[in-house]
């Protein structure tokens, strides 16, 4: 099957600071990305969806300024959390889907704000 | 609104053991039906899938029955092998076309000892 890979695959920040995560497909063109986030025994809660070139869709509840998502290409959308807090602690995963019906997912990226 | 419930783990079999992980679902529609496998270190990968009802999706030994009188898609296989030890998830998708949003469940984590 097709290859996401995510960067980094953890990181730990100071409060305040942002974090940009990279979301890469490997041997496909994902014309469109999403973007997800779990907690601890809980379900992937989508965040947002990503199209190349516009502006990112974002479920109810997510903010748009805290969570910026940019898909400048057909390979690559970077999700960057701003001023993060220590709520903002999770593991965040990233799927592309190309023209075929089936998204492939990233391995995550573990997120840990103190 | 859309809903994914499954069984929770943690579930521990012993290799040949027969495996069922329940899931239900709540949906308007007619869904789509997934099961997603997530291996340690590794990102969500797809393992089977049922597009209408009756339908049974199969791979790698693995089973699932779309159930619309029941909203089940439990997953079942004969003969567990230690190489099938990973996180379980199941998962609908209610849009038409192949950039629906999915709705995952919590996950199932199984553990397959020798």
């Known amino acids: 099957g097709a290859v996401v890979s995510q960067h980094p695959s953890w990181v730990i920040c100071k409060s305040g600071t942002s974090v940009k995560i990279e979301c890469r497909s490997l041997?496909?063109?994902?014309?469109?990305m999403f973007w997800y986030r779990q907690f601890p025994k809980q379900s992937l809660m989508l965040m947002a969806t990503?199209?190349?070139?516009?502006?990112?869709?974002?479920e109810q509840g997510v903010e748009k300024d805290k969570f910026l998502i940019n898909h400048a290409s057909l390979t690559l959308s970077t999700l960057t959390v701003t001023s993060a807090h220590p709520e903002d602690s999770s593991f965040y995963i990233c799927?592309?889907?190309?023209?075929?019906?089936?998204?492939?997912f990233g391995p995550g990226t573990r997120l840990l704000v103190l | 609104g859309n809903s994914v419930t499954q069984m929770e783990g943690p579930v521990t079999l012993s290799e040949e053991a027969f495996l069922t992980i329940n899931c239900t679902y709540t949906?308007?529609?007619?869904?789509?039906l997934f099961w997603y496998v997530q291996y340690p270190g590794e990102g969500l990968q797809l393992l089977l899938k049922a597009t209408k009802a009756d339908d049974k999706g199969s791979n790698k030994g693995f089973e699932a029955t779309y159930r619309k009188e029941t909203t089940s898609f439990h997953l079942e296989k004969g003969s567990v092998q230690v190489s099938d030890s990973a996180v379980y998830f199941c998962a609908l998708r209610g849009l038409a076309g192949s950039q629906g949003n999915l709705i995952f469940g919590k996950g199932t984590k199984l553990s397959v000892k020798p």
């Open positions: 949906a308007t529609g007619y869904p789509s």
């Open positions: 799927s592309g889907a190309g023209t075929e019906e089936t998204q492939y």
């Open positions: 990503s199209n190349e070139g516009s502006k990112a869709t974002y």
């Open positions: 041997d496909f063109q994902a014309t469109t």
